[in-house]
């Protein structure tokens, strides 16, 4: 696996496979990589000649009082995962690669309505953090399919309608939720959990599974809902939103609807926030 960290280089190589009539499968990533994001990477293996994953922190969709700093920087051990995983590119830029003029200088992406609830509502202006910098990725790696995790349901809504409404030449992919044998969603702040927190942290997806299984016998929404956060609160979480949604966009179903729904989860357990949804089969 090739790594490089400047644009000309990413597109140098990929200018070489387009002559080839290679197509090109683009998983962009945080790094601090688990089994979650290797899974990814073999999809897009699958899907496409080549593949190319990124990592970098991107500082524009942290807030101001979160984990930007302490988010965990493993390169080494990431690049040995996703050459495992059948990576052929590591495109690993700094910030002034993606940001020449700085984060607070860039010119930044807002995609309405999708952004204004559930995480956007809670987490201020990390969504066009989040378009802004897929959106730059997209138009340097310049792939044919992108691949993201379900588990970020609502980034992937959003990046979906990014995509569609400037017209980007990019099929976006989504792949599902890779758990623990417990069920809890594999995430890179999974390791912040403490033993006792991460035994107590299962519950979030028991309680996605009783709001599924509630609605398809037909309890009232709210009810579910409220039930639900009621039930982790007992267990020591505190919930950012406890709720069910239509999974095409994220609006508020009507009462009687009981098909395309997912229930989605915002808490934190100690100092850890996790989130997670499950989609009504």
């Known amino acids: 696996m090739q790594t490089v960290q400047d644009a000309a280089g990413l597109r140098a190589t990929i200018r070489g496979w387009r002559s080839q009539g290679h197509t090109i499968g683009f998983v962009p990533t945080m790094g601090n990589l688990h089994a979650g994001h290797h899974s990814l990477v073999k999809l897009a293996r699958a899907r496409t000649d080549r593949v190319v994953a990124s990592i970098f922190v991107n500082p524009t969709q942290f807030g101001p009082n979160e984990d930007f700093e302490r988010y965990p920087r493993t390169l080494t051990q990431d690049q ?10 590591l ?6 690669t993606l940001y020449p003029y700085g984060a607070a200088g860039s010119v930044s992406l807002h995609v ?14 990390h969504f066009d953090g989040v378009a802004t910098v897929v959106c730059k990725l997209f ?3 310049q792939p044919d399919i992108a691949i993201f995790g379900q588990k970020d349901l609502q980034q992937l809504k959003v990046i979906e309608r990014m995509v569609r409404d400037l017209s980007l030449p990019v099929k976006v992919m989504g792949a599902p939720t890779q758990r623990a044998e417990d069920g809890l969603a594999l995430s890179s702040r999974n390791q912040y959990l403490s033993e006792t927190e991460r035994v107590e942290a299962a519950q979030i997806y028991q309680t ?19 039930a639900a956060a009621s039930k982790l609160e007992r267990a020591g979480f505190v919930p950012d939103y406890v ?3 239509r999974m095409d966009d994220l609006s508020e179903p009507a009462e009687n609807e009981r098909e395309g729904l997912v ?3 915002a808490a934190r357990l100690g100092t850890t926030r996790l989130i997670d949804n499950l989609p009504f089969d």
């Open 80 to 89: 040995a995962g996703l050459a495992e995983s059948g990576c052929d590119l």
């Open 112 to 125: 309405p309505e999708i952004t204004d609830t559930l995480e956007g509502a809670h987490r201020p202006g």
């Open 263 to 265: 229930a989605l989860v």
């Open 243 to 245: 709720v069910i949604r």
């Open 139 to 141: 138009n340097l790696a």
């Open 91 to 96: 495109f690993a830029p700094d910030v002034t």
């Open 208 to 226: 996605l599974q009783q709001m599924r299984d509630l609605t398809a016998k037909g309890h009232a929404r709210k009810v579910v809902e409220q």
